[in-house]
């Protein structure tokens, strides 16, 4: 072992250590002030996916890293131990007709009102009350419904009694709120112990007046979407002290007092420093302060608001603020980034970088690696297909300014491309001390979406892998959200991908309609005891099962591209199931098949046609279930490849952003271990009939 390699683990022990104490023994977060660590909750929303941390390597990364209550969330959710609950602990068979998917409509769906819907690119907020076991009272979800506020129709909801496990009615509306005639159409957040939400909302019709909103909310027995509260805004010296359920609203506004609008922009919260960042319309970006510990105000000093772009001045997406290089880096639709010192108001302006949708969503940023993602829908080059523009993933170095980046290629694109949402990161890369590992985005903004594997090593990018076409139509792709859950001993995958199109969608179960399809992701680990019937996804984009398990070499190994194939990997023996898909060929009656032909048995899993020497049997066999194992089948010989490493689900419209909550302890109730989205469009709500949906989905129902 080097010094240097010596000097990582002992640092990673340490820090690690650190956190044990802090988190696990006591439940507790750096939520408020960095240095009085308080009893915490977990609260997961939109911004928890656009700030996130490699592992640290110096003295001084952890020493930042120590006072940024961020880094000790994500550090939860990568290092808990997780209990599956006993509804989660296999993958669910539902046969339909000829098809096989490994999920059901959802554990609940709920109705949040005709075209109710969190919004493209927009997710739910999720509270877990404690780390340590779920709560049926006290942890819950929040939504945003789209919709004006009304008597008759909420703008934002919240549940409780959210699992399987919880009794009486799952879920229960746990509040409900017109927040005066508002329209909602960003992602809500909370604050660190549970108590408050905000977001950025605007008055309905075309020319909308923004406003931040920050509510105190109050359970209640009575509220339901179809009958909400009003709330109606105390002044903000009031909201301190106002008795919930209460709100304040804090206007949008120029320097000069013009209210602006804000459809676009979240909130990102600062736990540290109590402060919200949010943008609005005409590239003004807005400091709100003493959001959750004070009376709110728009801080109106030190060049505050500020407008990014006076010259060309456009709609903001959503900012991010990273605490250890103490920047806010937002884009904008007009295709431009901007970063700038919230100290000194000095901003940096990256050239247009989006000649399409613009960038719709917030970047990604990588504190400890000192990395900023951003996500492009038209790159403005002639460079793809022939002649077309590409959607692309560009990469600046914090520490290099705006001026300089890479890029790297995820599709063509268009003159009018469909947005490029944010990707999302492997547990392999937030787990890294280099920042080493994969990034998926659902890319190809001028054509049918394709999911994309983009390689980072040490920082940069790498040759970009093209995976699984998902939609047989030229639509649009939801953010891609990735699941990983290193406990969940039952599932052959440990981690998903979920990303959803809003038509053409080549799922099983979506019949070329919208459709949620989720996709095994599980990175290869070195020096790790692998177990029969596990898999992951190799360097090609292909499945790999454990035949015999073992202790896997200390490199990558030379993984066989051939179907059926095996590779040797220190003591393990992996077999090669075949490229991901997002749906697979069904078998069939009576059929000539050809030799190395894979189908999905009726029980879920790849089957190939290893030898052929007449027709398919008249009626379906009764298939094997062991890996390697062979089935007799007519004059076809059939070897199991194992069980499917993808699923699906139809959704009106597509879907919203997926928010996950897999951070469940021991003594969880039956049914924790959740993700939550809503559709796009109305379908059938298995509560309250037709409309938007409010979906909850346990891990085993997508799986």
């Not at 010596?6 to 507790?28: D, E, N, P, V, Y």
Request: with cysteine; glycine share 12%; hydrophobic share 35%.
């Amino acid at each position: 072992m080097t010094g240097n390699t010596a000097r990582q683990r002992l640092l990673k022990t340490a820090f690690s250590s650190t956190a044990l104490i802090l988190m696990t023994a006591f439940g507790w977060f750096l939520i408020g002030h960095a240095t009085a660590p308080v009893r915490q909750g977990l609260p997961t929303d939109w911004s928890h996916r656009h700030l996130i941390f490699s592992q640290p390597t110096t003295p001084e990364q952890a020493a930042r890293l120590k006072q940024d209550p961020r880094y000790w969330q994500q550090w939860y959710r990568q290092n808990a131990t997780r209990v599956l609950a006993p509804d989660s602990v296999e993958p669910i068979a539902v046969h339909l007709g000829d098809t096989w998917s490994r999920n059901r409509v959802g554990d609940w769906s709920v109705n949040l009102g005709s075209g109710g819907t969190a919004g493209a690119g927009n997710f739910p907020a999720k509270y877990s009350f404690r780390t340590t076991t779920a709560s049926c009272t006290n942890d819950y979800v929040v939504f945003a419904t789209g919709l004006a506020g009304a008597s008759n129709q909420a703008s934002i909801v919240a549940y409780n009694n959210l699992y399987s496990g919880c009794g009486g009615t799952v879920p229960q509306v746990y509040w409900a709120y017109n927040t005066n005639a508002g329209v909602i159409m960003t992602s809500p957040v909370i604050s660190g112990d549970g108590t408050q939400i905000a977001f950025a909302q605007t008055t309905s019709g075309s020319s909308g007046l923004g406003s931040l909103a920050v509510l105190k909310f109050l359970p209640s027995a009575t509220d339901t979407v179809i009958s909400p509260t009003t709330l109606l805004p105390v002044a903000s010296t009031a909201y301190r002290n106002c008795t919930a359920p209460c709100m304040v609203e804090i206007p949008l506004v120029t320097s000069h007092g013009v209210q602006l609008d804000d459809r676009t922009s979240s909130a990102f919260p600062d736990y540290t420093h109590d402060i919200l960042w949010v943008g609005s319309t005409v590239s003004w970006l807005h400091q709100i302060a003493g959001v959750f510990r004070g009376n709110p105000a728009e801080v109106t000093t030190g060049g505050f608001p500020v407008q990014l772009n006076p010259t060309n001045p456009t709609t903001l997406s959503s900012p991010v603020y990273d605490y250890t290089s103490n920047t806010v880096f937002v884009g904008d639709y007009g295709g431009y980034v901007y970063s700038l010192n919230p100290n000194l108001v000095n901003v940096t302006q990256s050239a247009q970088i989006d000649h399409g949708a613009g960038i719709v969503a917030g970047p990604i940023v990588d504190g400890m690696a000192e990395q900023l993602y951003v996500f492009a829908s038209n790159d403005g080059t002639t460079l793809c297909a022939g002649t077309e523009p590409c959607s692309a993933v560009f990469q600046f170095s914090i520490t290099a300014g705006l001026a300089l980046s890479t890029k790297a290629v995820v599709g063509t694109s268009a003159a009018a491309p469909a947005p490029l949402f944010d990707g999302a990161f492997d547990s392999a890369y937030e787990a890294s001390s280099n920042a080493t590992g994969n990034l998926y985005v659902c890319g190809n903004t001028g054509g049918p979406p394709i999911l994309y594997q983009v390689p980072i090593s040490g920082g940069v990018m790498q040759a970009v892998v093209a995976g699984p076409v998902i939609s047989n139509a030229t639509a649009a792709c939801s953010p891609v959200t990735d699941l990983a859950n290193p406990n969940a001993t039952g599932f052959a995958n440990s981690e998903w991908l979920f990303a959803s199109t809003t038509a053409g969608g080549l799922g099983s179960n979506c019949a070329t309609g919208a459709c949620l399809m989720n996709f095994g992701d599980a990175p290869w680990q070195h020096g790790t005891t692998y177990v029969a019937g596990q898999q992951v996804l190799d360097s090609n984009l292909e499945i790999q099962n454990v035949l015999t398990g073992g202790t896997s070499g200390a490199t990558h190994p030379t993984w066989s591209t051939t179907v059926g194939g095996n590779t040797t990997d220190g003591g393990v023996h992996w077999l090669n199931q075949g490229t991901l898909a997002a749906s697979y060929t069904a078998w069939q009656a009576l059929h000539l098949y050809t030799v190395n032909t894979t189908i999905i048995d009726s029980n879920g899993y790849i089957e190939l046609a290893s030898s052929v020497a007449g027709l398919s049997g008249a009626t379906n066999p009764t298939w094997k279930t062991t890996l390697n194992a062979n089935t007799t089948d007519g004059l076809v010989t059939w070897k199991n490849l194992g069980p499917a490493a993808t699923a699906s689900y139809a959704s009106a419209g597509g879907t919203s952003g997926i928010i996950l909550d897999n951070v469940v302890g021991s003594g969880t109730l039956a049914g924790a271990s959740q993700i939550y989205f809503t559709t796009q469009g109305n379908q059938t709500c298995a509560t309250g009939g037709t409309g938007g949906c409010a979906i909850q989905a346990s891990q085993s129902a997508l799986q």
